[in-house]
């Protein structure tokens, strides 16, 4: 399902190496989880993945095809992957249910069904009551929740989760983290995830572990 290939990623001309030649293949329906000290590349993994970064050298696979073709095609991106950022990105102007709707548009699904669908999402983050409400206006895991809404609304086959429970207390880490375990399961969605929290690293069927920007052995 994904490939990569000895991948590096410099940054300040060659300054700053996050990725020192990573290698992994993870197949599909797999829920991996990155661990590692801060630093060590997880978020430029994940974006590198999903077509967020070109990586320095290297290549990676998805589904057999090399993405490289897709770095700068929002559409491949739509219909294959579902992003939940470190630091969540709603659109500050857009209510709750309008950003969790966003991906939905270039897949021209029709509006009523768009709605419908955002609205349900919504209620299984515990988000019914906050819909309208603008980013601002709630609290930072009731955004953090939103914002894997947002992720999943498209169907995507690859869900990318930098630190999804980040900001979250212990109780809604473990629903959303039971929540996209058992989408992820039943939609057959390959899962990579990224964080420090042992016990959320724990839950994945195999943990990756990254230190200097490489996968340790
Ligand atoms: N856009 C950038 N420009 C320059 N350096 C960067 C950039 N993005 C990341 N880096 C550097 O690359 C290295 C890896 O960063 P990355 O964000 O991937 O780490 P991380 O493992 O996700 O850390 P954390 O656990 O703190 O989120 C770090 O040294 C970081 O400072
Ligand atoms: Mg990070």
Same mark, same amino acid.
């Given at each position: 399902?994904?490939?990569?290939?000895?991948?590096?990623?410099?940054?300040?001309?060659?300054?700053?190496?996050?990725?020192?030649?990573?290698?992994?293949?993870?197949?599909?329906?797999?829920?991996?989880?990155?661990?590692?000290?801060?630093?060590?590349?997880?978020?430029?993994?994940?974006?590198?993945?999903?077509?967020?970064?070109?990586?320095?050298?290297?290549?990676?696979?998805?589904?057999?095809?090399?993405?490289?073709?897709?770095?700068?095609?929002?559409?491949?991106?739509?219909?294959?992957?579902?992003?939940?950022?470190?630091?969540?990105?709603?659109?500050?102007?857009?209510?709750?249910?309008?950003?969790?709707?966003?991906?939905?548009?270039?897949?021209?699904?029709?509006?009523?069904? =768009?709605?419908?669908?955002?609205?349900?999402?919504?209620?299984?983050?515990?988000?019914?009551?906050?819909?309208?409400?603008?980013?601002?206006?709630?609290?930072?895991?009731?955004?953090?929740?939103?914002?894997?809404?947002?992720?999943?609304?498209?169907?995507?086959?690859?869900?990318?989760?930098?630190?999804?429970?980040?900001?979250?207390?212990?109780?809604?880490?473990?629903?959303?983290?039971?929540?996209?375990?058992?989408?992820?399961?039943?939609?057959?969605?390959?899962?990579?995830?990224?964080?420090?929290?042992?016990?959320?690293?724990?839950?994945?069927? =195999?943990?990756?572990?990254?230190?200097?920007?490489?996968?340790?052995?």
């Amino acid at each position: 399902m994904i490939i990569v290939k000895d991948v590096k990623k410099f940054f300040d001309n060659g300054l700053t190496v996050a990725l020192n030649g990573v290698s992994l293949q993870i197949s599909k329906g797999e829920v991996v989880a990155i661990s590692g000290p801060s630093g060590c590349g997880k978020s430029t993994l994940l974006n590198i993945i999903g077509t967020l970064e070109v990586p320095t050298s290297g290549e990676v696979f998805i589904e057999g095809e090399n993405i490289s073709k897709y770095y700068s095609q929002y559409n491949f991106r739509a219909k294959t992957i579902g992003f939940v950022f470190q630091f969540h990105y709603l659109i500050p102007t857009m209510t709750l249910i309008e950003n969790v709707e966003l991906p939905m548009y270039s897949l021209s699904i029709p509006k009523n069904l =768009r709605r419908e669908k955002a609205k349900h999402i919504l209620d299984c983050m515990g988000l019914s009551d906050r819909a309208n409400f603008f980013p601002t206006k709630v609290s930072g895991g009731e955004r953090q929740r939103a914002a894997i809404a947002r992720a999943i609304a498209n169907d995507p086959k690859i869900i990318l989760a930098d630190e999804p429970t980040g900001n979250l207390d212990i109780d809604n880490g473990e629903m959303v983290m039971n929540y996209l375990l058992n989408l992820c399961k039943k939609e057959s969605i390959t899962l990579l995830i990224t964080t420090h929290n042992p016990s959320v690293a724990s839950m994945a069927g =195999r943990i990756i572990y990254m230190k200097n920007g490489k996968v340790e052995k």
